[in-house]
């Protein structure tokens, strides 16, 4: 069955780096568009970062430009999120979520918890 798996929160300090990982499998991964959204709490789901297919073009939120960097594996069927200079702002349940035109729902993963705090 299609399961999309995140790993890789966490705690981390103002300023620092994070890169939590999404797992994918049960689909073709190489023909969907990967992105990852976060939800704070009290607040409506963001979408962060998307990488298309075929030619693996990027887009970004505002909030997040020049900070964080989504790249994905199509031999390893995995998508990751470099997330650098980190803000308390940035504090989120990150999830990874697949979406193809060709199938009427998009899969999710049950999210990771990413904490900036010092």
């Known amino acids: 069955q299609v399961q999309l798996v995140e790993s890789g929160g966490g705690l981390v300090q103002p300023g620092g780096p994070l890169r939590p990982s999404c797992a994918a499998s049960?689909?073709?991964?190489?023909?969907?568009?990967m992105s990852w959204y976060r939800q704070a709490p009290g607040k409506e789901r963001e979408l962060v970062a998307t990488?298309?297919?075929?030619?693996?073009?990027?887009n970004y939120a505002d909030s997040v430009k020049g900070r964080f960097t989504i790249a994905r594996d199509n031999t390893k069927n995995t998508v990751d999120l470099q997330m650098n200079s980190l803000e308390h702002e940035d504090t989120a349940v990150y999830s990874c979520?697949?979406?193809?035109?060709?199938?009427?729902?998009?899969?999710w993963g049950q999210g990771t918890q990413v904490t900036v705090s010092s």
């Open positions: 979520n697949a979406k193809s035109a060709y199938v009427d729902s998009p899969y």
């Open positions: 049960g689909f073709t991964f190489r023909s969907y568009t």
């Open positions: 990488i298309t297919v075929p030619g693996g073009s990027t």
